[in-house]
């Protein structure tokens, strides 16, 4: 399995996933034009994309969809709930309910706590490797932190700095208790602590992703998980909204 995340931030999200035999993406907050361009630079040609995954349907989650949908022929991905609150046709999509099999890749759904009327959280693994993806949720409840446990790669949100974000004067105090909330976003202590609980001796790689821009830095998220674990054997990395990861060999 090789991973890229393309982009990850509030201006827009998209992780590329890719095996011998399929490529998906999970969501698709770039426009398509964008989205499309970005593949291009890894040398990733769009109408190969077999199957898109979404979290839930935020803009920042779905912007390119619709149209990404229209021109190639991957198929969406998506809960009956999420369809209704998206609101817009799609050519092609199928719900996703508990698992699904994409050749030769297993996909497990991981329900996540957003403010969004359903969302999703991806465990996905292939014969030799494992992926978690959960960004936009106010908290992992426990009883999915067996199934979570020990993958090889972990891909999970590390969104706000608490400190920063209440001394944040151009963010209203409703924004901040949003944030904050069970159905908000996980802070840099959240995501550290969490990954504390999960990591194991399979565990290789780790990108914190969805961080805020104006509530959070590198250095901090960076700073509080070494802190709360040992990062010496893992490559660790951050997500970033405009530059791309490398295709991470998982």
Request: glycine share 4%; aromatic share 6%; net charge negative.
């Amino acid at each position: 399995m090789r991973v890229c995340v393309i982009a990850s931030g509030s201006k827009g999200n998209c992780c590329y996933i890719e095996t011998k035999q399929t490529k998906i993406l999970i969501d698709i907050g770039l426009n398509c034009i964008t989205t499309e361009r970005k593949l291009k630079e890894k040398n990733i040609d769009p109408d190969e994309i077999e199957a898109i995954l979404i979290t839930h349907t935020h803009k920042d989650h779905v912007d390119g969809l619709r149209v990404f949908n229209k021109k190639h022929k991957a198929i969406a991905y998506l809960t009956e709930v999420m369809y209704k609150e998206l609101n817009q046709e799609l050519k092609n999509y199928e719900f996703i309910n508990d698992t699904l099999e994409i050749k030769d890749l297993k996909i497990t759904t991981i329900k996540t706590s957003h403010d969004a009327e359903d969302s999703n959280g991806y465990i996905i693994e292939d014969n030799k490797s494992s992926l978690v993806y959960i960004t936009d949720t106010g908290y992992i409840n426990i009883k999915n932190h067996k199934v979570l446990k020990n993958k090889t790669m972990y891909i999970l949100e590390s969104n706000h700095d608490v400190e920063m974000l209440m001394n944040n004067p151009n963010y209203p105090y409703h924004l901040k208790q949003r944030i904050l909330g069970d159905k908000g976003h996980l802070s840099n202590k959240d995501s550290a602590y969490y990954l504390k609980k999960l990591i194991g001796d399979n565990t290789k790689h780790i990108i914190l992703a969805h961080l805020s821009e104006h509530n959070n830095t590198d250095e901090l998220a960076l700073k509080t998980l070494k802190e709360t674990i040992d990062i010496n054997n893992l490559d660790v990395e951050i997500a970033h909204q405009e530059i791309q990861t490398e295709l991470i060999e998982v």
